[in-house]
């Protein structure tokens, strides 16, 4: 299980994954792969909602979809891409900048997600715990995938 750290307006997760980065990164960068895990625990994120253009400047975005039928877009602007080891990102609506770090490691890959300028309204335990179930979820899709696809990790 994943733990987040709030500090200020920082927000800290790190885990370890048993996938290799190259799949970690495709997860980040590709449509089905942010589908499948960017809800976490608390919301759902249907393929079709979802859009990337993978350059500076370019955009991502996604609606979430929560339990009780609740749907908010998100959108993001990426500021530096490093493949297959570095995101950078920004919300507009909040200043919120995202740096999502894919290290390889002794059986798979260290990811670190490194949230700053957090808004006062995210500053909260449930923000920690909702990247937290984010990361887990993940995690889970990168499982699972492997276990259908009889992928290496």
Do not use: C, K
Request: hydrophobic share 40%; proline share 6%.
């Amino acid at each position: 299980m994943t733990r987040a750290e709030l500090r200020g307006d920082t927000l800290t997760a790190h885990r370890h994954l048993s996938a290799q980065p190259r799949r970690v990164w495709a997860a980040f960068t590709s449509p089905a792969g942010i589908a499948a895990f960017w809800g976490g625990s608390h919301a759902t994120v249907a393929v079709a909602s979802v859009t990337v253009d993978l350059r500076p400047g370019g955009e991502f975005s996604l609606d979430t979809r929560a339990p009780d039928g609740a749907t908010r877009r998100l959108r993001f602007v990426y500021v530096s891409i490093t493949a297959p080891h570095e995101l950078v990102f920004d919300e507009p609506v909040t200043g919120l900048r995202t740096t999502v770090t894919i290290q390889p490691a002794a059986g798979g890959t260290n990811l670190t997600i490194h949230q700053r300028r957090l808004p006062a309204e995210l500053r909260t335990a449930q923000a920690a715990d909702g990247l937290a179930s984010i990361i887990d979820a993940l995690d889970g899709h990168l499982r699972e995938q492997t276990d259908q696809d009889g992928l290496t990790p």
